[in-house]
């Protein structure tokens, strides 16, 4: 897959000038893992629009077709598990995305247990549920930030937790941990201010 990683941060490249985040976002080293250009390139498009909080339904619709095009490709399940584990915060409710987002975690875990970002959906989704079970989301956390040391969101979603509890100096050490990672995230951004 090296001439496809070639490629594909390439794309990642192009696709920020013609979304508009150039600039807003810390640049990213991907790799390709799967055979299916088309799926690849609707990858990065929704990992884009998923990380600059633009146009989350459109996200999720990519996503939906990445894994159509490959239902192997285990970060495509991973990114569709992400956008719509956030997608109902962002006022977007005409169908149950938590639900989704714990089907695509679920499916994207099958496919790669090494991934980081199913364990954080999979966190983030309890908060859904009353009572809300913050050990548990810790614990999920913790299992993203252990499998990927540097997965900004994993922060960012656990300083989200940290500032519903009251633990305030906790939440910025995370926050700051995430914009270290990513320092130009924008949520992070918005969060930290």
């Known amino acids: 897959f090296a001439i496809q990683d070639e490629i594909a941060n390439a794309i990642v490249t192009a696709l920020r000038s013609e979304i508009g985040t150039a600039g807003t976002v810390a640049s990213v080293s991907v790799r390709a893992d799967t055979g ?3 799926a690849y ?11 600059a909080r633009k146009d989350l339904p459109a996200s999720v619709r990519l996503f ?15 990114g569709l598990a992400a956008v719509c584990g956030i997608i109902e915060s962002w ?13 695509a975690a679920n499916r994207a ?23 809300i079970d913050y050990p548990r989301q810790f614990e999920m956390s913790a299992r993203a930030i252990q499998a990927d040391p540097r997965n900004a969101t994993a922060y960012l979603w656990r300083s989200l937790v940290w500032l519903e509890l009251g633990f305030f100096e ?24």
């Open 36 to 38: 299916n250009l088309e």
């Open 41 to 51: 390139e609707l990858y990065l498009k929704a990992r884009e629009l998923f990380i």
């Open 64 to 78: 939906e077709r990445v894994v159509e095009l490959d239902p192997q490709f285990a970060r495509g399940w991973e």
């Open 91 to 103: 006022g977007i409710r005409d169908q149950d995305y938590t639900a989704r987002a714990r089907e």
């Open 109 to 131: 875990l099958e496919l790669d247990p090494s991934l980081s970002m199913p364990w954080a959906v999979l966190g983030m989704t309890l908060k859904h549920a009353w009572p």
């Open 170 to 193: 906790r939440a910025l050490a995370d926050l700051d941990r995430c914009l270290e990672l990513e320092p130009n995230y924008p949520n992070a951004v918005r969060h930290k201010a």
